[in-house]
């Protein structure tokens, strides 16, 4: 049976980072930003049945959820906390990666996902969160954070130079990262 075993703040104030007794997933990230998004996973679907879920982001034993501002952590907590009591793990959809490396990736996109798989994904999933490569084109890297990084001021702003300056030190070359 799936058990809240702690539940850790974020540097969002709109994220709470639920930490579970088992595993959801072994290697990939799931992030929902809306209800409609979730539709085909019945854990995101559910968490989002709960008034004032604004995103639903899990991997490996956490789930991060992200609150409409105007909404209290009272009015979650509970309702999350019995429906994952009551949620069937098996329900889960099956992975279907592997790794963040995707085929035909090339060799400098697989050096930073190697590098932020590494050095940056870790510390983001600590707080709660992650990131996700949408494309390289030249030294541009269009990323999306997910969890409780989307829309952290921190994130946004401190987090994005960190990693740029990362992967300029690492790759030897000018990176930028931007959102996307």
Not at 3 to 28: G, S, W, Y
Not at 77 to 103: H, N, V, Y
Not at 157 to 175: C, D, M, Q, S, Y
Request: negative net charge; charged residues 30%.
């Amino acid at each position: 049976m799936l058990m809240v075993q702690d539940v850790d703040l974020t540097p969002n104030p709109h994220a709470l980072k639920f930490i579970l007794n088992e595993r959801l997933l072994q290697r990939e990230t799931r992030s929902f930003e809306s209800k409609e998004e979730a539709q085909n996973d019945p854990l995101a679907k559910g968490i989002f049945e709960i008034e004032g879920v604004e995103s639903v982001f899990y991997m490996d034993k956490f789930i991060t959820i992200v609150k409409n501002p105007g909404v209290g952590w009272e009015k979650i907590q509970m309702p999350f906390l019995t429906f994952i009591r009551k949620f069937d793990k098996s329900l889960i959809p099956p992975e279907e990666i592997t790794g963040s490396e995707i085929a035909g990736d090339s060799e400098k996109l697989k050096k930073i996902n190697f590098i932020l798989d590494k050095r940056v994904r870790p510390a983001l999933a600590g707080d709660g969160g992650g990131l996700e490569i949408l494309g390289l084109e030249g030294n541009k890297l269009l990323i999306r954070y997910q969890g409780a990084c989307d829309n952290c001021p921190s994130a946004i702003h401190g987090t994005l130079v960190a990693i740029e300056n990362l992967l300029v030190r690492e790759l030897g070359e000018k990176i930028d990262v931007v959102l996307g």
